[in-house]
């Protein structure tokens, strides 16, 4: 079992960067695959990033050369840097972790763009 926390989202303008956090309850080093998603409204949820305990990363065709996600096994933590943001990449952004044949979700962190 793992809890997730994010943090990090706000308001910014288009062009600008903000840096979201993802604090998990147990060692990051435990978890074999961990990611972010986002959902905008009246849209389904979508892949953004995600990152494996063999440090390989996989990204969105849409945030690919903006975004960059990373770990901190120090912090348990897991960030998604996000640079030229988009008024498209407004969203609630969720952290998630398959773990065991579950999936765990954090509450979400409202990321808007403004044009």
């Known amino acids: 079992q793992v809890q997730l926390v994010e943090s990090g989202g706000g308001l910014v303008q288009a062009g600008g960067s903000l840096r979201l956090s993802c604090a998990a309850s147990?060692?990051?080093?435990?978890?074999?695959?961990m990611g972010w998603y986002r959902q905008a409204p009246g849209k389904q949820r979508e892949l953004v990033a995600i990152t494996t305990s063999n440090g390989s990363t996989h990204y969105a065709d849409s945030v690919k050369g903006r975004f960059t996600i990373s770990g901190d096994s120090a912090k348990n933590t897991v960030y998604l840097q996000m640079n030229s943001l988009k008024p498209e990449d407004t969203a609630v952004y969720y952290c998630?972790?398959?773990?065991?044949?579950?999936?765990?979700w954090g509450q979400g962190t409202q990321v808007t763009v403004s044009s």
């Open positions: 147990r060692t990051i080093l435990s978890i074999n695959v």
């Open positions: 998630h972790v398959p773990l065991y044949g579950q999936n765990y």
